[in-house]
């Protein structure tokens, strides 16, 4: 029989599996029992679940965090599929893989980093090469880039996700130190893969993606820019004035003011990078909304609040 | 001896060249005594000149938009070039070539559009390839794609600039498509070429470049569509809803309701031809004012308008 | 005994009468029991019907759209009506005449064609006058133009709303060309009757009101002006100076840019008609938001999201 | 021999007339020598005077404020007449009537003031008439009104302006009173009337418009409620609800709070009210740049601050 | 036994205590049978009252604004106290103090007032002190000042909060006008007492905190300006020039035209006093939220939507 | 005779005296002759100078930043001071105390540094007291303290301006510490230290005030938050967790992303710092604006555009 995952569960299903709990809440109902409406999630999605029985013992068994074993009943709620728990059981953390229960990038993160670092190889300048090397290689940060993702929600939310976000905007880097000659390439990629490091210890993602107190406080550009301290610091000849321009390429990279960038892009190259990491997340998190819309089979989607309007669901390869 | 031309005149040369009047005002002096100030322009760019003797009688001799020999002196003001005019004289418009004394794209016009043309033929979509070669082969439509600006102002504001930036796109979005596999690239490439083709009657450009009366009231969007409609009711099978995706792009391109699109692009490839033609059209801009900019010798920039910012000057091909 | 209307209906009443189906959803109750909820509409407004008893059954029994036969009971919740079903029944779709199921304009559609037609033939410009009568003669689209709304929701959202709005604007327009008599009464009547003439496209209204995808994708200005060449393109003499003019009256009437306007008026007439489309739609929405806030008998109004505000909802006429 | 007006002189006229002094500045040219600038007005309008020789004597001789006559002569600078003063002379302001040299509106204003009060004495609650006839009859006001202007620039800026402002927005109110019967035409009437009778307080217009500090300091809507205040207290049974509703509607006739109104308009008639004062404030301020602009002989206007765009000038009477 | 108040309430608790009703909802629920949701208050906060049986009954016999004993007990929703009501009990209003039912600024009116009119007493200008007394000590107003809360919600909303906001003002100005001595303490005396005096008339307090039609209609600064004029008409020698700075402070405090202030600070004593006035609101608010979020334990407060953030809540006097 | 200086310069004035040239410009005029426009400055202001023979010869005696002997001649210019230079000499750089020419803070730098020294010693933190000691008393920094501006121009753009700035918030965080005594003042006091103190790099200040690289690249936050690093990290047991609170301070002292703060304040006392910080910074921006504006000797400012309005120049101080 075929692994019950969030994603291929549908109507009137019996579920026998294990998901991570990523909310919990315990209501009383107008008539005056408890019940608990739990979000439920593993590497293919999340669920809503609803426990009606026994929620004052059940309640003590298990945290936010946990992966627990359900055994319940599939049923749709206004087109939306929600899953009612019958018995529920806490499975032991130290027996527990959590990556098991996170979405994952589509490509596997090993092979994405040796594409990276070859790109990084053919990098002219060798402070800068160095300085990226030497991020990638430290034993205790390749592990962080190999699984990190690159947002708490909306774009590149999973596993890897940062390394894919990565990825893809080195590539179009690539073809864009081409496109257009005048621009450095080797500071198009510095920018590709340092803006959005700072992500490694902004956002904790042991069980779910959540913000680190150092992100609330002081955010990913400010965590790049003291790595860039930290790694500049140990190279030979690398002078204040690149550290600035490294820096100033991180801290610019939201484009403007008001996205949370304290300095506007003043080169070229800092304004290509705030321009494309804009454009490969938007791409991403509308690829990601349209997938999720099809799932409805309706031509147009609902309104989607972050881009304002409803889509049309069409997908163009299938209709031309 | 060289031509002079705008670029190379130097402070304290005697000039004896031939430039286009882009400009022309009269004053009276503080000491009471008339004075004329114009805008010369020539394919290398523009300079103000200024007339202090007999301009009562010199003033009637030729109007904006001829073509006047002109005497005179180059002088520095406030580190700008000026060139005190002494004497001039009106050329027979007939025996002129406006072009020549307009800025004109860096590649070859022909060149560009036999690029272009080899893109469009790799279109799968028949309706859809059919419809822009029936446009770009027409042959009162194909010697204005040869010499069209983008724009007044600002960007590819040059003959040739709009085919400059339509190709500049069209390349990228071959890239985007591989990129992207899930973007339909005939679409991207519909985009790249019609997003801004209602420019060519939007745009007037023969003596300078300005806007028509039809580009004033009813614009290049609306001008495209017209297009769509009129190429389209001859194609065989051209559907009334491959129309519609088609003017959608259109309409949509410049991505916000605030920027004069009357609809927000609602599939991705909209959205991406939105983003692209934003992106392509930045570049190209902040490379004109900062190679302008240049020219002073400063590690900065003056302040920005469109931008609002200081530009650092340095170019990072040569610093790294 | 009177006819059972969703606006007659009181607390408590037993009710017998047939509704369309304007939104249908089925829920999960806490409990684990499945129910219906339904948006249940007639020619005098909408009213929330909930059913929980044999829902799965039901349920199949009719679709959103289809007008149903309900047995059940009003009751108050939270000071607004609702109707628990308790037995329902689909009418068969050809038998419903489904325009009795939506609100329709206070006045008689044919009356109100008849006085635009009459306004329409006192237009002095032969060419414009002929566009416009051409238009509403149109064997296809007068029976458009005597049923369709002006909206989805929000101002004239019913049957015959357009018209409606259509006729307000030109009584306003005839006191405005002779008030201020430096405005082409003309424009002004083409310009009210015109710039939302496009949504007899743009919206469908066969059962409800909804966007079609025309209306979605390239939208009423952009269909208007598509109407606007059709039409004058027969008729002798039609200059394309007039219908740019024309042209620019309907892209503009949003007045703004944000607004979804891709041009600005720029010319008297084109402002005025911007002006008074905004006035006529906004004291048509306040009267029917006001109408409606009335009926709660309170001083103030709820809180109203559109307006930002409270309302008075004393009527001035019965206070002074 | 006509007299000379600043509307009527021409390029190289000799000029021998008198003019308000508006402003005026000294300066010292780049050859070290003194002049002056002047802006001279009458009441059709104002043009700039320039003055280059015994400036340090003549200076001394009259004042900003006052009239003087004038000998020089008319030329063109940039397409726009200037005055260069070779005599000047101060005139007595005991022997100067100073209305004579500010623009007047095109209707006489006692002519405005009896169809005015026609209409008020149609008013049907007597609180509110008998309100607005104290006010308009009273001894100290009643001259007021007859010569204020509606604003110190921008729209109605002449003398009798408001009264023509205020009588414009009472024939438009009389209108709507009859398209929307549901509204109370004895407030609009009130609203037209009250809504800027405040700026007899807050301008003075003496010898040229400017702000007084009251203007400055608290504005014509709470100078306006004082009125309200004072005259209704005077009213045997003037309810202090009726006082609030009066004064609702001038606190909230800007519509907007970011336009100064502390209030938003929170019935209908007092949205209606500033609506219809926006309407014609902007159609009077176009028609007033359109005819300046007109006089230039160009089909479309210079860059318009106020409204962000360039206007087409053709006139629609004559165009169709 | 201690007093059971809203704020000692724990979860399972048995309730018998007498509550304001400050929202009531009367609903049907899901299973056909009517539920009431009650907003109960006293002198320590909010909480959430449910009841179930007996509905139609019950529902008649108390109103919005009554103070009921109930028996009933206390369970936890969603970590929010609800209280589950079993019996209830008008309690007659004349038996009622409801001051009783309202939360109380921290600290004693009485106290408070008496520090305040010492601070008035040390005024140096003659006329702006005696406006400040004769207000005060005015026998209707004193008593209001002694109780009116400072708003709605949001900041000081308790009762004496007005009077807590208006001392801690005057407080902070004693030490500005030190701090910064080109400042004219009397004015910023007189602005901290008067700026928001008008909400004695704005908010009514009687059982719960709401605003009156003059609050909706004129609001407070209209109506503090009003009490200026009345006061100070009875003060000689108090210049209307006097009155109008005063207005002027009244009528900028909000600081920004769409804050609702129709004047923006134009001397440095208003805009301090509105600078300050912010200052002092919004520590008060972000305190009462802070002190709100702490009872939850949590690290990080749940997403504030005034601030637009999320704050952290660690107490830095107890971390340092 | 008194030293000439800017200040004391009066119309006529013959003038001997030594400038900063901080503005140079050469124009050719409209004769054809060279002329030289001079911004002029020294400890008391800044005058306009204008020098119109010799100017070939002269331009190369000086470049800008140099100190001057001028001889020449004060005029009015449309009521402004200007300076007619009739012969200049350049003083040799090392014999200049460029610091004679920049204006200075109104008290002694020495005596501010110890009353801040002071209010550091108060500080009960240990780890807090020590890092700002050890920045404040490091003999590299010391001495910029007691020299670096607060801004460009604005407030306090003058030498000693930061320390006045830093000085006159402790004083009020001293003061809201006793105010507001849930607010720990040691992070108030921190606060108003560091959170400008980045500025000692990203201004140079040796002639006239200007940007550094650093400054333009990645600006005072950044600079101040890599201090923090610099000085905790030699600092036994300062956590992490302390200095990101510290760094949080700084990064959110602009209050809102729009201003250039990459965090908005997340804690009451980071909160109070941007605010406090706002408040002395518009209070010193404005006195110095009213300072000039009061010279005119008019009642009203002119337009000042960055607080959007018009001044009454009244002090309120000799009024009352």
Redo the contacts between chains.
């Keep these: 029989m075929e692994k019950q995952t969030v994603q291929n569960l549908k109507d009137k299903d019996s579920v026998d599996a294990m998901f991570l709990v990523k909310e919990k809440?315990?209501?009383?109902?107008?008539?005056?029992r408890a019940?608990m409406v739990l979000q439920l999630g593993d590497n293919t999605g999340t669920i809503e679940g609803?426990l009606?029985d026994r929620v004052d013992e059940l309640t003590r068994e298990f945290e936010l965090g946990d992966v627990i074993k359900v055994k319940g009943q599939v049923?749709?709620?206004?087109n939306r599929k929600?899953l009612?728990v019958h018995r529920l059981e806490r499975i032991d953390p130290t027996q527990v893989n959590f990556e098991d229960f996170m979405p994952k990038a589509s490509k596997d993160s090993e092979d994405m980093l040796v594409e990276l670092l070859q790109m990084v190889r053919s990098m002219?300048?060798d402070h800068?090469r160095q300085l990226v090397l030497d991020t990638l290689e430290d034993p205790e940060i390749k592990p962080m880039v190999l699984r990190a993702p690159a947002a708490k929600s909306i774009h590149h939310a999973w596993i890897g996700g940062l390394l894919e976000h990565i990825l893809?905007i080195c590539?179009?880097m690539d073809?864009m130190g081409k496109?257009?000659p005048?621009?450095?390439r080797?500071?198009l990629l510095f920018g590709a893969i340092f803006h959005d490091i700072g992500k490694l210890w902004e956002l904790s993602y042991e069980n779910g993606i959540s913000y680190t107190?150092?992100g609330?406080?002081?955010?990913h550009?400010?965590i790049a820019?003291?790595l860039v301290?930290k790694k500049a610091s140990r190279i030979l000849g690398f002078t204040?004035?690149?550290r600035?321009?490294c820096?100033?390429i991180i801290?610019s990279h939201h484009g403007k003011?008001?996205?949370?960038?304290?300095?506007?892009p003043?080169?070229?190259?800092a304004?290509?990078i705030a321009?494309?990491d804009d454009?490969d997340s938007?791409?991403s998190t509308?690829?990601t909304i349209?997938d999720n819309e099809r799932a409805s089979g309706e031509?147009?989607s609902r309104y989607n609040e972050l881009?304002?309007?409803?889509?049309?669901l069409?997908?163009?390869?299938e209709k031309?």
Tied chains: 1, 2, 3, 4, 5, 6.
């Design positions: 809440n315990v209501g009383v109902g107008k008539n005056g019940f609803r009606w049923q749709l709620f206004q929600q009612i002219k300048n800068l893809s590539r179009i073809f496109h257009y005048f621009l450095n080797d500071l107190d150092r609330r406080l002081i955010g550009m400010q820019c003291e301290d204040e004035e690149l600035d321009i820096k100033h801290l003011l008001e996205y949370g960038s304290p300095k506007r003043k080169f070229m190259e304004m290509v321009m494309v454009f938007k791409v509308l690829k349209l031509k147009w881009f304002d309007r409803y889509f049309l069409d997908d163009m390869n031309l």
